[in-house]
């Protein structure tokens, strides 16, 4: 079993912390199969690597049925 210890004294954006677990070793499928035993329907995830500002990370997205939401 990993720990991981998060100090978040200020909160912690959700979007961004799972892709960092992601991108840190925890297969998609896992989360995917996780997510899949809440009683909540009308979702998708995914997931992708990025580079922004020569930056490389892994950017993970919620999309919901019949809604876009454009900023």
């Given at each position: 079993?990993?720990i991981?210890y ?6 912690v954006s959700g ?12 297969p998609?499928e ?5 997510l899949a035993?809440?009683p909540l329907d009308?979702?998708r995830?995914d997931?992708?690597?990025?580079l922004?500002?020569?930056?490389g990370?892994?950017?993970f997205k ?10």
């Amino acid at each position: 079993m990993k720990i991981a210890y998060l100090d978040c004294f200020s909160g912690v954006s959700g979007d961004m912390f799972l892709g960092a677990l992601l991108d840190a070793g925890l297969p998609f499928e896992d989360l995917r199969k996780v997510l899949a035993t809440l009683p909540l329907d009308g979702y998708r995830i995914d997931s992708e690597t990025v580079l922004r500002s020569g930056i490389g990370g892994l950017s993970f997205k919620v999309h919901l049925e019949g809604r876009e939401h454009h900023h």
